[in-house]
Every structure is written in C-alpha cells, then in structure tokens.
C-alpha cells in the first residue's frame, strides 16, 4: 500500500463549481498533515495545514478523520487560477521533517 | 514576503562530474531540507539538516551526497559523482522551528540534468 495514496485525476471542473479531493495515509503513526499545491515545473506551495478538528482558509476546507486516516481537501467557488496539482502531504510521528508526498491530484477549472 | 531562493535555476553537468546546489534559506528559519523531483514522479524526502548536522536522510541520500551550511546564510546540496539517475529538479526547504509542527516552505528549484 502506497504511504500516501491520492486520485490521481485529472478533474477537469468549470469556474464557480465545488471540487472535493480525497487522500488516505498508511502509517497510524502520521502525526502532520498538509495540502500543498504545485504548478507545473514549480515547487509547492503550502496552502494549509490539516488540523483534527477540521479548518478553512476562505475557499478552501480541509478535514482529518485519524481512525480512517483520510484527508480531503475541499475547494468552493473555484476560479481560473486554481488549476494545479494538489498534493497531499503527510509527516511521520518521530520524524525528523520528512515530509512524505502523495503522487498529486491535478485540477484544470475551465470557464 | 520571505522566501527560500536557490541557484542555479538550471544546471547541466555530464555524468561523473560533482555539483554543488545552493539554497538560501528564509532568514529566521533553523530547520533545512532537501527534496527532489524526477519529472512525472512524486516528491521525495533527501534530508534534514539542523544544529550543523543531519537530522534525518532518506535510503536515497547516499554517500554521494552530502550537505553543508558554509556560513549564515547558505545551505548547500553536493553530489560528488553524478549520475543519469540523479537528473532531477531538487528543491530547498525551510522551517522556523520544530520539523514536527511548523511548516516547510520551498524555493523555486534546481533542475539538475545529467548528460
């Protein structure tokens, strides 16, 4: 089983719909968690950090449920400048900062 | 805004040959990481550095590489003898404290092509 496994996409959403991504981890012992987005041919970008009791950042949502260890990442109202990968981003209790990347969900948002 | 920068942005070197990748890490930040990126694929964890020394590596951070903070201000990534197999883009980190909590933000990049 992949470390951290997201659908890959590609969605393809026109401006203004809600997008949902989802995301599961392998190792109970995940202590961080983060939805990055990247351009391409660019580095990531934080975007936010995923707390248990859920957060949101204007449009943007993110969830933890820790017993199913899934993360989702939701997205309203989106606009033009949202299409990108998004990467699921997770660090192991104990580590040292590694930051372990899921493979990324890629998001076109078309007028 | 703060940001990590790194050079070269591009840098084309032939196989056997070592190169060096510099990063500037933001400026109050104590924690340093290297990642890298082979086209199409995920990113992938190298190292991290704090205090002068490694924290953590990862089974790719052979004894082909090697980290260094040469002075205040600059955090670099040797690969003493590349290979095809290391032509990547590799990317810069930095955290302001606590690997743990605080979270990594990267610099632009180095796309490192070996020929």
């Known amino acids: 089983r992949k470390e951290v496994e997201q659908d890959p996409g590609p969605f393809n959403v026109p401006e203004g719909a809600t997008v949902a991504f989802n995301c599961t981890y392998s190792?109970?012992?995940?202590?961080?968690f983060f939805w990055y987005r990247q351009d391409c041919r660019k580095e990531p970008k934080l975007l936010m950090s995923v707390y248990s009791s859920g957060n949101e950042d204007g449009r943007f949502t993110a969830q933890l449920n820790r017993a199913s260890q899934y993360i989702s990442l939701l997205i309203r109202d989106s606009k033009l400048s949202d299409s990108a990968t998004y990467l699921c981003?997770?660090?192991?209790?104990?580590?040292?900062?590694?930051?372990?990347f899921g493979q990324g969900t890629i998001l076109t948002v078309h007028p | 805004e703060p940001e990590v920068t790194q050079t070269p942005s591009h840098q084309v070197t032939q196989m056997g040959q070592e190169v060096i990748l510099r990063c500037v890490p933001i400026s109050n930040h104590l924690y340093f990481y290297w990642y890298r990126q082979i086209l199409g694929q995920k990113v992938e964890f190298l190292v991290s550095f704090y205090n002068n020394e490694i924290s953590e590596k990862s089974e790719i951070f052979d004894d082909q590489f090697s980290v260094e903070r040469p002075d205040g201000s600059n955090f670099t990534l040797k690969i003493r003898s590349t290979k095809l197999e290391d032509s990547a883009m590799y990317f810069c980190?930095?955290?302001?404290?606590?690997?743990?909590?605080?979270?990594?933000?990267f610099g632009p990049g180095t796309r490192l092509t070996v020929t």
């Open positions: 980190a930095s955290s302001e404290s606590g690997p743990v909590t605080y979270e990594q933000y």
């Open positions: 981003v997770v660090l192991l209790g104990g580590s040292y900062g590694k930051l372990t």
């Open positions: 190792n109970s012992a995940s202590q961080s």
